[in-house]
């Protein structure tokens, strides 16, 4: 089963649900007119189905190899990087002065969406480049950008971040890797690193680290935080790779998924410490990283929904080839192809609205990153940061929650197939595992939200958004189309469900800390579930205003989320605000 | 991480929640006194703790190997087989003319979820035997359970059950396998079964296949399958082994989870026919499967429980050692171990009030199918049959969806440590994701439970549940202990939004029946999600009046689980009876 990259409602939702083509009207994309959207997208969709996507279970089945430092990907893998980087499609977000092509993050999400889908674990790798690019183009010196910089964006070098080690996760703070000033300006680091991702591979003749370490005279915590970049192969003054540097994968992991990505674990200073350019200044290692979480955690939200959509597609196909038993009200004389029978039909239609709005929550939320540095006017540029930011977690925790939903409903459309490997359904679902955890954990994700996004100005951004999706259940109600159902009303109730929650939340963010983060998870559940049934309405009442395809596809798809995702905005409410006392008060509970 | 069976826990839900004490009480358990209940479970945890716990990582890492037809276990499994016959656990239901220990269903389902928690692979094996015991115990004739059933209660022959087929899946009716009559009145069959679990293994001397085929002159479809006994060597008089049968594994799967269970392609004729015996009438097979349909999956329920469990402990054990970050509050120095922030906790009691609901119902579930055989009042048996057989697909399906979902927050509390293989949590997920899909996947369960269970009788096992469930709330209402919280409220919401969903689905079973199944699925979690909190309400009632252990914990339990799962009711009601409409008009949705 292969992958279509499905551009039509890619483009409803990039410029409709997510605004972009308001957006770019209203002047804030600068000189991007969206002329070109389509076309890209239908290249990258190409690309997708014939390159990456051939290669998605070859990779999980070979895996990757570790052998004395070296790691060899499975077979075909760096030919169709290499295919990658000259096709250009590592460098159509990057900086154009750098040699990228400087096409806005809205377009590169749904490219993202699309690599995602076709092979997630190899287009992991382009994603943790676009980090590090972010990273050294915000911070770097101009030396270390010019060296390094437009290799990165081309896709010549591919880069890691490493932040993790054994003791330090989620809490980034208790990193111990050690930098040590050396007298020529540069660094020496010593110390491990764990869970690096495409932290040593065979596609690109050098890597570029960007490491978190710890000054000798370092603060505690994470005010005591330096980036540094790490070449794999020291760079010469022509631009020649010199030296191997002293900094070596030391072992790989053996993951339930993802198996064509290496996870590795990097060894630095066995042989006298690696040699490091320091990013940024001295301690504002932390202030480099945030810079580019919101769009890295952005990325894996869209692996979220590009691997639902594989999912989905491929448990579509099955459905539709796959006899057993006779429908209801069946005329033919054999069995039926099972997607006749209401309850398969109800996990598809449920794989579907899950996937498109989770989609649209990732595009409108690079749509607001766009704006925040594209807009000319200064106060549209801080309104969407504010969005941008308030978006983030929804998006990265909301479209992994859904994209190891519907991979797991994947499955069950395929019966005891799908617990057979070959059938590549189960691949799907182990592979999407891992979004919910890395680049922050969802529940990490959920108390960014309240106490940061949420409380950052008083609900202000909460507010302005609750504001916008008013107009579109508005508009829904006067639409008077019977085809809506009841979708109306359930996101009226949404809208409520989600202002009350969210004051609730804030009376207590600074006094009861601990009662609002007992209910984050629950409350960030029911910002998705309302901000995905607004968005999908707003897609197919553009459908219908516009005439775009088949609009009654559209108003369907919004009704089937509204009436069985966003309907349980309510009961989240309840479970964000009676739920905190029982949570905080489960310790007999759990130490019983 | 080894595993504890949590008896405690597992008497309370038996006895109170589940009812085993007031049914022998009441007298419908005959002679069993209950005396013996905690003595046998204290010893099967030991067992399970002891020998067949250490074997979880070693069987998923081996795996079982195919060659030539043999197949071969993973280390110590054989051993760790023998043990478990030698000390009697394979008898423990079994009938006591054959050797059998006649302990109640109830008994024997509390020893199912630990051997499904301590080791699901290894369980699965007693498991499909006991439907083999159950087959012929009910159907064989005389010689045929002379020869067989004390062999196979004792486990010195294990069984296997032959239905599927590549075309012939849920639609079991399209199945092809043929069975010719012999002159000597046995049959010769010839054909290919798929998915056959421990369908060859190195246990055991003998295997005794139980498989669904078609005589040469059958009708069609359900009506035309009968039941053959097709021993792996045949049996001579004086009971030793003859002859190999022409049965053969041809292939084993390769497979997400379950990896130390065989999943074999059974492959009969090859050289002349496999010599089958008819278990009870010909061109009655389905009869006789719908005869231990109700045991098997009732057991496939308890490995959702057994595996809920065991990821259960397995996080909390990770997250009182796990430290990351300060929790809000804290005055210890250094980092807090993570269940100390209120989003691990949340995470870690919902596991812990899902696996207490499954638990429960699957016991209820079991006592009514004791209380159905054993009472000696007819109407007493008759009333306990069909509540049996209302809770059975519940069992199944509410109870393997929990088993997935806290197996899916196990890996989560984990963190990145979740997604590494050799962390155990992950097996956990991948394992507990066959109980979803096999016995009748979860939607087969759904429409059973509509179809077949709540239209069965106009309705009349859901009133006199309900009845029973409206005692427990009002018991909950006039408690006035504040530590219930809101759990009188939500459970009474629960209980009507039940009610309606239930006249809703009865008005269109017969006229409408796409409408009904396309509500299907949300009803049966409705049903489990009331059924749970009413449960676990009940339990936290007796732990307060008769002062068992800590009864502020149960109450904590039910609160969570009312506030947090049994609260989506009235949502869920909303899907049932909105959205069949969107399900059965999606085609547009799905072929655009």
Request: glycine share 12%; proline share 3%; charged share 20%.
């Amino acid at each position: 089963m292969t992958y279509q990259a499905p551009i039509k409602d890619i483009l409803l939702a990039l410029n409709h649900g997510a605004g972009l083509k308001a957006a770019v009207e209203a002047g804030h994309y600068g000189d991007f007119d969206g002329d070109i959207t389509e076309a890209v997208l239908e290249e990258a969709g190409k690309f997708a189905s014939d390159v990456l996507a051939p290669l998605n279970r070859v990779g999980d089945e070979h895996g990757i190899k570790l052998d004395a430092g070296t790691v060899t990907t499975a077979p075909g893998w760096p030919d169709a990087y290499k295919r990658w980087t000259e096709a250009g499609w590592n460098a159509v977000s990057g900086p154009e002065n750098f040699g990228g092509q400087g096409l806005p993050l809205a377009i590169n999400a749904a490219c993202t969406e699309i690599w995602s889908a076709s092979n997630i674990a190899f287009g992991l790798c382009p994603l943790l480049t676009l980090s590090a690019i972010e990273a050294l183009d915000a911070h770097g010196s101009a030396e270390l950008k010019q060296i390094y910089l437009s290799k990165l964006i081309s896709g010549e070098w591919t880069g890691t971040m490493q932040l993790t080690e054994p003791q330090a996760g989620s809490d980034v703070g208790a990193l111990r890797t050690r930098a040590d000033r050396a007298p020529d300006g540069t660094y020496r680091l010593k110390g491990t690193k764990i869970f690096i991702t495409y932290g040593e591979h065979d596609m690109t003749d050098n890597i570029v680290h960007f490491v978190l370490a710890r000054l000798p005279d370092a603060p505690a915590g994470t005010k005591g935080i330096s980036l540094f970049l790490v070449p794999k192969f020291m760079v010469n003054a022509d631009g020649s790779l010199g030296t191997r540097n002293d900094i070596y994968a030391s072992g790989v992991e053996h993951k339930l998924g993802m198996h064509a990505s290496p996870t590795c674990t990097m060894t630095m200073g066995d042989h006298g410490g690696a040699i490091g350019y320091l990013v940024g200044e001295e301690n504002q290692g932390m202030r480099c990283m945030f810079t580019m979480m919101n769009q890295a955690r952005l990325g894996v939200g869209l692996e979220g929904v590009g691997i639902a959509d594989r999912a989905y597609q491929q448990a579509l196909g099955y459905a539709q080839e796959r006899r057993q038993g006779r429908a209801v009200g069946s005329s033919g004389n054999g069995s039926d192809v099972i997607i006749a029978h209401p309850d398969v039909k109800r996990m598809l239609i449920q794989m579907r609205a899950m996937t498109a709005a989770a989609r649209t929550i990732c595009y409108a939320t690079a749509v607001a990153l766009d704006v925040a540095v594209r807009a000319k006017d200064a106060k549209v540029r801080s309104e969407a940061a504010a969005r941008g930011a308030l978006l983030t977690p929804i998006a990265k925790a909301f479209s992994t929650d859904i994209g190891n939903e519907v991979a797991y409903l994947g499955v069950q459309v395929h019966g005891g197939m799908g617990f057979i490997e070959e059938t590549g359904a189960a691949q799907h679902s182990r592979d999407a595992r891992i979004t919910a955890i890395y680049e922050g954990t969802n529940g990490i994700q959920s108390i960014d939200l309240v106490t940061r996004k949420l409380a950052a100005n008083g609900g202000a951004s909460v507010w302005a958004l609750l504001a916008e999706l008013d107009r579109i259940v508005k508009q829904v109600e006067g639409s008077n189309d019977p085809a809506f159902g009841t979708t109306g009303q359930k996101l009226r109730d949404a809208l409520l469900s989600l202002e009350r929650a969210s004051r609730w939340l804030l009376e207590r963010v600074g006094t009861a800390p601990n009662d609002a983060l007992a209910g984050a998870t629950p409350y960030l559940r029911l910002f998705g579930a309302t901000l995905g049934g607004c968005y999908l309405a707003s897609e197919a009442l553009a459908a219908r205003a516009e005439h775009l395809g088949d609009p009654q596809r559209y108003v369907a798809l919004a009704r089937f989320f509204a009436e069985n995702v966003t309907v349980q905005a309510p009961s989240l409410e309840k479970s964000v605000t009676d739920g905190a006392e029982t949570v905080n008060g489960a310790d007999a509970v759990l130490l019983g």
